[in-house]
């Protein structure tokens, strides 16, 4: 649906280097990299705000790379969300539909029903300038798609909100996504990118590093860069059911692994824990950790602290286990260990 | 409350300053006596004078705001060749002698030149006319309006332009319900200098119209006529309409509560 083939663009010191992706009709595609990666700049690219130097836009096989701003059909929700100041709720709602002709009662329909659908009816009259964040992001949402846009693009959307908003916020874009909208999301948050992404694309230092679906980028990072930014080595999708006790759910891998896990409720999404919260024996573990597994070491990664330690427990798992811990241990590739770790430690990120 | 000595020094020094404005203005005011104000202030002649000073100078900011209003905008957003050129250029009128402009602005309209020879076939002779007194005005107090709507149209931040084409705006309409409405403060200001600049132009204006008179011109005339005392009351006049339209408009441009 939009493909981008090598944009490049040079500002001062920092270069935008020939990237190339397709985004597919329906599909939430995250844009995930550390601040000064060149994300923002290709959102502006492909809304039109910015001309690249070189290279090729598409959108529904038509060229855009030079079509003026206003006709490209591709909304672009501001990371300060650009609320007009000077205009009231309503009219900041109604100014893409007056410019598509819309007038009097069907206009009023209009903005009515997308204030309900992002829950600023009780807004409308009040002045932008008088809105609180989360506010204006609502009303900078209802903005942009009363334009009806081909595709949405969303620059760093949560980083505004508490946590509570934040929930809020996500499933409402997962909403809007399930209804058929395209979505371009542009985070730094890699949590950000599990939990709505389809597919992601990491960016750094204006270059494209890596495309696919989370579990893709999680589990086989194509380079040491990607591995620390996403900061997660153990990292699985499973599908959550109850089990005796309230709020401890099970966490069942595809390769039957069952982890317990405290969630809210059931459902799907991926489980995630650090590599030091996993206690390593050499024996079965005497402590109240409900998730212990043995298995089989077949990787060791000296490190600074100490080593890097592989299980294969049908799963790999990445252990932090000190020098200390190593002689002690006797620990080799091939040695048989159990490790353990606490349902406390699991995050779960719910992705349904 | 203990001020130092710097303290000190600055309110003196401000203090002198603003006395050598306010002085002579009020020097003016007081020696000049109410019976004398209201003998002037129904004489015909003067009357005339007031409101061709007011309708010439609203229209010529009326008239001029159309083209500066753009110009100030394409100065704010635009980087093009010779930008500082044309910069400079819109400052001139502010260094120049006045009267010097307005030999430059007589040789303009004069019947010799292309426009005046024009107005002469429709029968008008430009030297001398309302037209005149307008274009003098507004060749010296253009600049006023187009810097202070230049400035104001920098403080829009460009986002919010960009976001209104990126709502599908077209580039007209986004400076119309955007650029404009989000600047008009200072192009009010703007305005308003350029009207109160306009409506006290003598230096330019008795160059290219001596008749019909505008207030300046006719107290510069009762003082050489008749000498100090019958142009006070005049001056003292003049001072007290502008300043009241000045602080009418500043009024009506101030943000609502």
Known sequence: ????????????????????????????????????????????????????????????????????????????????????????????????????????????????????????????????????????????????????????LLDEPL??????????????????????????????DYEEAIALGHRVAIMSGGKLEQVGTPEQIFNKPASTFIANLVGVKNFFLASLTESNEVNLMKAHLASGLI???????????????????????????????????????????????????????????????????????????????WISLKASNIQFIRVD | MRHSAFTLILIVLSGLLLLFIVAPLLGMMISTSSEQLLQTAVEKEVLNSFWVTIWIAFTATFVFSIPAIPLAYLLARKNFKFKKIITGLIDLPVVIPHSAAGIALL???????????????????????????????????????????????????????????NLGASPTRMFLTISLPLAWRSIVSGLVMMFARGMSEFGAVIIVAYHPMVAPVLIFDRFNSYGLKYAQPVAVLFIGVSLSIFILFRLLSSPKK
């Open chain 1, 1 to 152: 649906m939009l493909s981008i083939e090598n944009i490049s663009k040079k500002l001062g010191a920092f270069l935008l280097s020939s990237i190339s992706l397709s985004v597919n009709r329906g599909e939430y595609f995250i844009i995930l990299g550390p601040s000064g990666a060149g994300k923002s700049i290709l959102l502006e690219i492909i809304a039109g705000l910015v001309q690249p130097d070189d290279g090729k836009l598409t959108l529904n096989s038509k060229d855009i790379t030079t079509s003026p701003i206003q006709l490209r059909n591709i909304g672009l929700v501001f990371q300060d969300f650009a609320i007009f100041p000077h205009l009231n709720v309503r009219n900041n709602i109604a100014y893409p539909l007056k410019g598509k002709g819309l007038s009097g009662s069907a206009l009023n329909r209009e903005v009515l029903s997308l204030a309900k659908k992002f829950g600023v009816s009780h807004l409308l009259k009040q002045n932008a300038s008088t809105l609180s964040g989360g506010e204006q992001q609502r009303v900078a949402l209802a903005r942009t798609l009363a334009l009806k846009p081909d595709v949405l």
């Open chain 1, 159 to 188: 980083s505004a909100l508490d946590s509570e908003r934040r929930v809020e916020l996500r499933s409402l874009l997962r909403g809007l996504n399930r209804d058929g909208q395209t979505i371009i999301h542009v985070t730094h």
């Open chain 1, 259 to 337: 982890f317990y896990v405290y969630a809210d409720a059931c459902g799907s999404g991926y489980i995630t824990f650090p590599d030091n919260s996993v206690t390593l024996s050499l024996t079965p573990p005497q402590s109240s950790a409900l998730n212990s597994f043995s298995g089989e070491i077949v990787d060791m990664y000296p490190q600074r602290y100490g080593y890097e330690i592989v299980v294969n427990i049908k799963v790999k798992i990445f252990v932090n286990v000190t020098h200390e811990s190593v002689l002690k241990l006797n620990l080799k590739i091939g040695s048989r260990v």
């Open chain 2, 107 to 165: 040789g303009f309209i004069s019947r010799d030149s292309v426009i005046g020879k024009v107005a002469g076939y429709m029968g008008f002779n430009l030297v001398g006319s309302p037209f005149a007194i307008a274009i003098a005005m507004a060749f010296v107090s253009i600049p006023f309006l187009i810097n202070a709507a230049r400035s104001g149209f920098e403080l829009v931040p460009e986002r919010l332009e960009k976001a209104a084409l």
